[in-house]
């Protein structure tokens, strides 16, 4: 019976992940012991190195995602695919230290529910509002990297969100009596990997706060989106009362601030919203044009909208141009995850 799961999500990591499975090689030696290795279709290789490992190791597994991407959904998909009583997280990027495992072992052994390698990390912002939010007090709160049993991340999983924040965040956040124990870590760096700023883990968070407020009614993603398209709106009226001012006339005033605060969202939306799956030269161009072209629809019916609302209500500039950017933001939604960030991207289509 196998004791022992380690679930590796994935993407882009052929560097690094033969020396992952070799670390935890050499620690849990002659243990009962698989990895499970979550794979986003990357385009490097890294699921063919999984599996040629394999071929001489029957504990090594690899679970190839074409279309899915993240690491929470990732962590879902291997605990509920391992046979381990005892299941680690870990990340692919050789950032986590396996010789941390057996001590992880034995807390949960002594009667924790959840353990988790701390970094020795300042109390930033992030730290301290996960902190109170969640009513603890942890050294670190943004940990990729624990351990608890099955069984216990089984009983979470229906009511965890696959585009979660963390998932380490999200599963003490549903267990907050939880038994968890940190053990300080040491900070190993990244192969290839780029530091996060915390620009972005406070975004993110935030986002993911207000959904679970919303109790998931509200999708993480679907909260950036519109949070971004709020931020975004402060451009879309800068520009609308400029024109105005100038002398144009609003329909020519909307269709300008329209535009401008379309690229704005482009932008931000593919930086903070959609992170896994974010364009990048070239392609970066192309999804803006078809973004624009297809958006294109959305804007006529911003316009519109916008028009027929001003003269209804006799000049009312800000109710109407509201009305206008409801619609449109409702519809640059949905092309966006269908067509140029989601599962039916044709850029990871044509990356295929």
Known sequence: MTELSIVVPTFNEAANIGLVIEGLAATLGDRSWEVIVVDDNSSDGTGDIVRKLAEDRPNIRCLQRIQD????????????????????????????????IPSMLEALRQGSDIVSAARPMPANLASRLINLYLGRDLADPLSGYFATSRAFFLRSIPRMQGDAFRVFFDLVHLNRRAGLRELASDVRAPIGGRPVRQTHVLWALLCDV????????????????????????????SMLYASLALGAAF????????????????????????????????????????????????????????QLTYVHFRGHTFVAACMGIFIDVIWRFVVSNR????????????AA
Do not use: C
């Open 210 to 237: 207000i959904s679970k407020l919303s109790g998931g009614l509200l999708p993480p993603r679907l909260v950036s989106f519109v949070g971004v398209g709020v931020i975004g709106s402060s451009v879309h009226f």
């Open 69 to 100: 991407r993240g690491s929470a959904s990732a962590a879902h998909w291997g605990v509920q695919a391992a046979h381990g009583e005892i299941v680690v997280v870990m990340g692919g990027d050789l950032r986590h230290d396996p010789a941390l």
């Open 251 to 306: 329909w020519v005033s909307q269709a300008l601030a329209t535009i401008t605060a379309m690229v704005f969202n482009f932008t931000i939306n593919n930086i903070l919203t959609y992170p896994t799956a974010r364009l990048k030269s070239g392609n970066y161009y192309k999804g803006l044009l078809l973004y624009t072209v297809i958006a294109s629809f959305g804007i006529v019916a911003n316009v519109s909208t916008a």
């Open 339 to 350: 067509l140029i960030w989601g599962r039916s991207s044709i850029f990871r289509k044509a």
